[in-house]
């Protein structure tokens, strides 16, 4: 950063050279630069440990039953809203009645969203009297914002009223999220229960994922941003008169509320088009730090959660291990993969070929990369970059945190579903190599739980690909491509992948608010959500039907670092295996290509 004095009219010309002097000695300190970037990861993998594993105890103690310190201010609320709504909070529910609950409160979602798009012209807090929003974006909205994937193909701040984002947009982003904490929780009871019928009681568990979670957290980060510039307002539009006598409109909104729950439900769905580059949203190097903060937290805290269910800490502490090794792989190797800069650019004289294309220069490469990383292994999807203008095999990293499920930390409750379904096949190699029964979390995997866990990880693939090769072959995908060559493939690969996965973010180079691919991406959305759920569910209803098998000598350690490394390396083979030669003609053939002199 270069700072100038207040008045700019007083500067004279060797003042900012003098400025921009320092500026630079400070930047191209090679060692300084790079201490302050592995500090600054360091602090923020550091503090989110620091906060996963109480949050992770706070969240079983709440999924259980168990007093807290703020139950007493949250207890009589819940029993009222039980009340209102005619929840019997002792009634629990087998995982048929428990799937059929949460499919028929999110159509419910669904259309409630739809219709307030479609209404929106009719409703108040729409100060710049936006109509109705095209069908095909809406329903693609409806879906995406239910399913928890927050894609967006419009521009929010020119297509949705304060009232469409704030009771349609923001109260999904809590009530997705919940969905998804809510299945993980029911999950964890097939592990925890024996010789038992029953999950819990969904609506239960939504209520509590939202008032004793997601509420509080959203409270505390959302005064967080508003106190480092992050807007809050329901007032109009402001009118900028430019030097030239034009007129710009500067688009404002109840940005800081919607924002916390953004990446707290790890949603992504921005206010304003720009998502996390726009400096209304994310206008400060602290508010960049808590926003990944925030997209990792809790994901991060359910492998503690876990644990502190099932009454083995270490348990926990093996699937986190997994998850943040992996993370680590990833971010590493994209790191390296932005730091080598392009040759293109160094043949044009930018030094080292660094590319800053694309990205803000309030962060630069590091806070781009990690922000990127972070938001494609969590369901989140918001950007404070474009990832369209990452390296090639930047974007592979991306494409492939999305294309395997992510499970590293994953979305909100869906992501731990995901790591269950590997560790399941993981075990499941185990027992073939070991000749016994596999074993998981004292429960015996049978081949009902595998085919189940099958599903959950190669639906979403199937559908991936096909869909993907779908738009691939037909005109209407390809008029939507901005880029040609293995870049263009890219752009749909990542498009698919991003519903797939519900995560939302895009790679910025295709138009994707067709009527095509907003209802080939509604569909990919609603197989990668789905899909996800309900076989988990299903492996939950059989796992806690059965009794507890003690632990014996023959028994597979899963509390243990070959359980970690045989996870993480299943994870690898099996997203490389399924995904290897569509990345060999997408970001790897462009990085070839590239070394080569060509661009697309």
């Not at 024996?194 to 957290?217: C, E, I, M, Q």
């Not at 409270?219 to 034009?246: K, N």
């Not at 014996?552 to 670092?561: G, L, N, Q």
């Not at 290897?580 to 003609?585: A, H, M, S, T, Y």
Request: hydrophobic letters at 50%.
């Amino acid at each position: 950063m270069i700072l100038y004095p207040a008045n700019v009219s007083q500067i004279n010309l060797e003042t900012i050279k003098s400025y921009q002097i320092i500026s630079l000695r400070l930047f191209h300190s090679k060692a300084t630069k790079m201490s302050m970037e592995f500090g600054y990861i360091a602090l923020l993998l550091g503090t989110l440990i620091v906060l996963a594993v109480p949050t992770g105890r706070y969240i079983a103690k709440v999924f259980n039953g168990e007093p807290t310190r703020v139950t007493p201010l949250f207890r009589p609320v819940e029993k009222a809203f039980y009340r209102m709504a005619g929840v019997d909070e002792t009634r629990e529910m087998s995982w048929k009645s428990y799937v059929a609950a949460l499919l028929i409160f999110n159509a419910l979602g669904l259309a409630a969203v739809f219709l307030l798009q479609e209404l929106q012209g009719f409703l108040p807090f729409n100060p710049q009297n936006l109509g109705a929003v095209r069908w095909d974006t809406a329903l693609n909205t409806a879906v995406s914002f239910t399913t928890n994937t927050n894609w967006q193909a419009y521009s929010g701040e020119q297509t949705m009223s304060y009232l469409t984002q704030m009771l349609g947009l923001t109260v999904q982003n809590f009530l997705s999220a919940a969905v998804g904490l809510s299945a993980a929780m029911a999950v964890i009871r097939g592990f925890t229960r024996k010789n038992a019928a029953t999950l819990g009681n969904f609506w239960v568990d939504l209520t509590r994922s939202a008032l004793y979670l997601l509420l509080p957290l959203a409270l505390i980060w959302a005064l967080l941003f508003a106190s480092q510039g992050v807007i809050q307002t329901l007032g109009p539009y402001v009118i900028a008169h430019t030097l030239e006598g034009g007129e710009q409109v500067i688009s404002l909104g109840p940005v800081a509320s919607q924002e916390a729950i953004k990446f707290l439900g790890t949603n992504g769905g921005g206010f304003f088009n720009a998502n996390s580059a726009h400096p209304f949203e994310n206008p400060t190097p602290l508010t960049d730090f808590l926003q990944v903060l925030a997209m990792l937290l809790i994901a991060a805290s359910l492998p503690f959660a876990f644990g502190a269910m099932v009454n083995n800490p270490r348990q926990g502490w093996a699937i986190f291990a997994a998850m943040f090794i992996l993370y680590l792989m990833g971010l590493g190797f994209a790191l390296w993969a932005e730091e080598q800069g392009s040759p293109l650019l160094e043949r044009l004289g930018v030094a080292g070929g660094v590319n800053m294309e694309g990205k803000e220069v309030r962060f630069g490469i590091v806070p781009s990369v990690l922000f990127a990383q972070s938001t494609t292994v969590t369901s989140d999807g918001g950007v404070n970059s474009m990832h369209d203008s990452f390296m090639p095999l930047a974007g592979l990293v991306l494409l492939f945190n999305m294309c395997i499920g992510e499970v590293i930390f994953g979305g909100v409750g869906v992501g731990l579903i995901g790591i269950f379904f590997y560790a399941i096949m993981t075990m499941f190699l185990a027992g073939l190599m070991i000749g016994r029964t596999p074993e998981l979390f004292g429960k015996k995997l049978e081949p009902f739980e595998m085919r189940m866990a099958v599903i959950g990880l190669l639906a979403p693939s199937i559908a991936l690909l096909m869909l993907a090769g779908l738009a691939i072959v037909l005109p209407q995908g390809l008029l939507s491509l901005n880029n040609g060559g293995p870049h263009g493939l890219s752009e749909i690969l990542y498009a698919f992948a991003s519903a797939c996965g519900n995560n939302g973010s895009a790679f910025a180079g295709l138009n994707a608010n067709t009527t095509f691919y907003n209802l080939t991406l509604s569909l990919a959305m609603l197989v990668g959500r789905f899909a996800t759920i309900l076989p988990a569910l299903a492996i939950a209803g059989s796992l806690a039907a059965k009794r507890i098998v003690p632990a014996s000598t023959a028994t597979f350690p899963v509390a243990s670092p070959l359980f970690v490394i045989m996870l993480v390396g299943t994870v690898i083979i099996v997203g490389a295996l399924t995904f290897f030669p569509v990345f060999v003609l997408g970001p790897i053939l462009e990085h070839l290509l590239m070394q080569a002199g060509r661009t697309f």
